[in-house]
């Protein structure tokens, strides 16, 4: 029994490559720990690296190099012509039935809108494009309404408002810059209006020279308010 505890007592004293001495006296084991750390900081870098490429590598969408406003509720691109604002001559229209317009996002909506208006006009269907993130998207611009509509109002100084049925006093929000919408506050107002009215179809209305980004924002962000809660647009010519 002694025996046995002295061997255990000196096989304690001997030096470990776990001790403080074994370290000192293990030029092997201290090349290792080297190496093991330059692998592990070389692997976070990469890893770091990795997920920074995949956040902002694609970046937004573009059509040609135009800058498209971004929107969620977009759906699949048809087939058909694009024509670019600004870029192409719009003086005369693609021979199609589906004409697809990019518009970069400071565009005048007045300017979009004109080109829809004869692209209509001319018996052919015009697809705004957007993107959601990276990807481009076609775009509608109004809905079909099926009851009484949340009024819902747009300005070119990035105030978006949302009032019930016949009533005109109306509950607003302003970005703090005054120059765009912004999608995130109409989803808040017009979600708060639904769960107070229980009304799912929205009127909205578009004033002055509003830019073409902030059209898209406030249709967006009036039919992407509630999740799962289809909430319809139609857009006011």
């Known amino acids: 029994m002694v025996e046995n505890k002295?061997?255990?007592?000196?096989?304690?004293?001997?030096?470990?490559?776990?001790?403080?001495?074994?370290?000192?006296?293990?030029?092997?084991?201290?090349?290792?720990?080297?190496?093991?750390?330059?692998?592990?900081?070389?692997?976070?870098i990469g890893i770091v690296a990795v997920a920074a490429s995949g956040c902002h590598g694609k970046g937004h969408a573009k059509v040609d190099g135009v800058l498209v406003p971004q929107a969620r509720?977009?759906?699949?691109?048809?087939?058909?012509?694009?024509?670019?604002?600004?870029?192409?001559?719009?003086?005369?229209?693609?021979?199609?039935?589906?004409?697809?317009?990019?518009?970069?996002?400071?565009?005048?909506?007045?300017?979009?809108?004109?080109?829809?208006?004869?692209i209509r006009a001319a018996g052919k269907q015009a697809v705004p494009l957007v993107g959601d993130?990276?990807?481009?998207?076609?775009?509608?611009?109004?809905?079909?309404?099926?009851g009484p509509t949340i009024a819902v109002t747009a300005t070119p100084d990035g105030k978006s408002c949302v009032s019930p049925p016949g009533v005109d006093e109306a509950k607003c929000v302003q970005t703090v810059g005054k120059d765009q919408i912004d999608r995130a506050y109409t989803r808040r107002l017009v979600r708060e209006a639904v769960k107070a009215y229980q009304l799912y179809d929205a009127d909205l209305e578009v004033q002055g020279d509003i830019k073409w980004a902030d059209v898209v924002r406030a249709i967006d962000g009036t039919r992407t308010c509630c999740l799962d809660t289809e909430v319809r647009v139609k857009l006011d010519w």
């Open 133 to 146: 993130r990276w990807r481009v998207r076609a775009f509608a611009l109004s809905d079909e309404t099926k």
């Open 73 to 118: 509720s977009g759906y699949d691109v048809p087939k058909g012509p694009t024509l670019h604002i600004p870029g192409d001559d719009l003086s005369k229209l693609p021979d199609a039935p589906i004409i697809k317009i990019a518009a970069e996002r400071k565009v005048p909506w007045k300017q979009v809108k004109a080109l829809i208006e004869r």
């Open 6 to 44: 002295r061997k255990r007592l000196e096989r304690s004293r001997i030096p470990s490559a776990l001790t403080q001495e074994g370290r000192r006296n293990s030029a092997p084991f201290q090349a290792f720990v080297f190496r093991l750390r330059g692998v592990r900081i070389a692997l976070v």
